[in-house]
């Protein structure tokens, strides 16, 4: 049984930059949720989709879009990236309305 | 602002005691609450689950919730050098929405 996957692991961009991440949810499961965490912080929520709907957003700027594809899998896009985007990005996934959220190893970007 | 508070730590404790890590929240419509073991590098792993007052016991693991004071515990007991990790409380508003997580606290178990 898959667990949540996530692709890069790892990203260097510059300043300014747009960036996509991936997401495939555990198996079974159809709702995506994103978080970043930056160093020595917990992971903050940036949104939630579920039915290739976005549900809920979190405080994050519309430089933070996202997706979900028909196969529940998910993407993250950040536009004009700023040095402060440098963090640990984490998918979590679930079955809908249920409470467990089961995350992925995460993608690490680097702003430059 | 929704808040979730925990002690950043590090808590150090000796292998084979119990470690008692805490944490308290400011959302009174919050329904779950979360434990979430984080190693260094890693992406957080659910420990435990608690929703009612009173205790929940997980093996070694023994959480705490009282909403009436808005306070969480994660009891460890038998402590083991591999617990040595950060601990993510979360807490949740509606069933199968956003995580609000607190900052974590950094156990240090010392052989």
């Known amino acids: 049984d898959a667990g949540v996957t996530q692709s890069p692991t790892h990203l260097i961009k510059t300043r300014g930059q747009q960036v996509t991440l991936r997401c495939s949810p555990k198996?079974?499961?159809?709702?995506v949720s994103w978080y970043q965490q930056a160093l020595g912080q917990g992971p903050q929520f940036i949104f939630q989709y579920y039915e290739e709907e976005e549900r809920q957003r979190g405080n994050f700027p519309d430089r933070f879009s996202g997706h979900q594809f028909p196969n529940y899998s998910s993407e993250l896009n950040v536009n004009a990236l700023l040095l402060g985007d440098s963090a640990l990005y984490l998918c979590a996934s679930s079955l809908a309305n249920t409470d467990t959220q089961y995350f992925g190893p995460g993608t690490r970007l680097t702003v430059l | 602002q929704k808040e979730v508070e925990q002690n950043s730590g590090p808590l150090s404790v000796p292998e084979g005691a119990i470690a008692s890590l805490n944490c308290t929240y400011s959302d009174r419509v919050s329904q779950s609450f979360f434990w979430y073991r984080q190693y260094s590098g890693k992406s957080p792993e659910l420990i435990m689950s608690i929703y009612s007052n009173g205790d929940k016991e997980d093996g070694r693991f023994t959480a705490q919730l009282n909403k009436a004071s808005q306070y969480v515990s994660l009891l460890i007991r038998d402590s083991q050098p591999s617990d040595s990790a950060t601990y993510l409380c979360a807490s949740e508003a509606n069933s199968g929405y956003a995580l609000n997580f607190g900052k974590g606290t950094s156990l240090l178990v010392t052989p």
């Open positions: 198996s079974g499961h159809d709702t």
